[in-house]
């Protein structure tokens, strides 16, 4: 038996399965769907990680900047991993400042401070004096423009041979007493990939001056032609600098060993318009590559 609708314009019709259908009008069912798209529409949450596909996070390029894109923070695990990503570098750099900082100090207490060095001493002689107190590590002599003695710092294994090294205070090294202190600075190392690599390039070394100071208005053929008059025949000169500083660095490289020893006196002597620096190398002048070195 069919039921009839109480609504105008429905049509409700019991079939034998006892199912309901109902007939509604054209205009009617346009608007029931588009009625209910809107309200579903506004139960949504625009700030939901699925607003935007999984590849859009990692491929942001193709539309457009990541950082406009709205982002829910507790709900965007990617969010979420770029915070403890962060956190985790924080950490990491703090961690490695207070490392970095302890090594240091370590390092501090194991040098001492030496003054007062003839001219004509070598880091080798140097670091032999303080060798029967521990293992040196290092050694560098350094100019003083101020004084025609020079001035070093010596790095020890450990603490107890810098402890012990303080009592050579005194000792008649060439022609003068030395004055042993505490340091109050570390030695800066050097690169490791500057380094010599083989016996040439270590008789290189005995023959090259690592200049500091010099006048930015100098050029490298005054640089050169300094050296050459005052200590002999210059090979290869290599000058550097950079818009940070003020001064700019030379390392020199002599035809002999005995003129890079003379040129140890040209501390304190002015080129340009301030007084160079003068101290052996560590590292010897390799050609470049790209373009020859001014010789």
């Keep these: 038996m069919a039921a009839v609708a109480d609504k105008p314009g ?7 399965n006892n199912n309901l259908v109902v007939e509604t009008s054209k205009s009617e069912s346009k608007e029931f769907n588009v009625q209910k798209l809107v309200d579903m529409f506004t139960k949504l949450n625009p700030l939901a990680k699925e607003f935007f596909p999984s590849y859009y996070y990692h491929n942001p390029t193709k539309t457009g900047d990541f950082n406009q894109v709205p982002v829910n923070k507790q709900g965007n695990e990617n969010y979420s991993n770029r915070r403890r990503r962060s956190n985790y570098s924080q950490g990491n750099r703090k961690l ?42 290092d050694c560098r002599i350094c100019g003083d423009p101020r004084s025609v003695l020079r001035f070093a710092f010596v790095e020890f294994a450990d603490e107890e041979g810098a402890r012990a090294a303080l009592n050579l205070g005194g000792t008649m090294l060439g022609f003068y007493p030395v004055r042993v202190l505490p340091s109050k600075t570390a030695i800066l190392p050097v690169n490791p990939t500057f380094l ?15 200049c500091t100071n010099i006048d930015k208005k100098v050029s490298q053929a005054e640089v050169k032609n300094f050296f050459e008059s005052a200590c002999g025949e210059v090979t290869c000169l290599r000058l550097l600098g950079d818009n940070v500083h003020s001064t700019r660095i030379a390392f020199v490289e002599f035809a002999m060993a005995e003129s890079a020893i003379v040129a140890l006196n040209c501390s ?28």
């Excluded at 429905?10 to 034998?16: L, T």
């Excluded at 003054?115 to 107190?133: K, M, P, R, W």
């Excluded at 620096?277 to 020859?292: E, H, I, L, M």
């Design 10 to 16: 429905e049509a409700a019709v019991a079939n034998g």
């Design 96 to 137: 490695n400042g207070k490392a970095f900082r302890a090594q240091r100090d370590d390092s501090i207490r194991r040098t001492l401070y030496v003054s007062d060095i003839d001219q004509n001493i070598t880091e080798e002689q140097l670091a032999g004096l303080f060798s029967n107190c521990g293992q040196v590590v």
């Design 268 to 295: 304190g002597m002015v080129l340009g318009t301030q007084p160079i620096r003068v101290s052996p190398s560590k590292t010897p002048v390799r050609p470049r590559v790209t373009r020859p070195i001014s010789c």
């Design 196 to 210: 010599p690599r083989s016996e040439d390039e270590r008789e290189m070394c005995t023959r090259t001056v690592y």
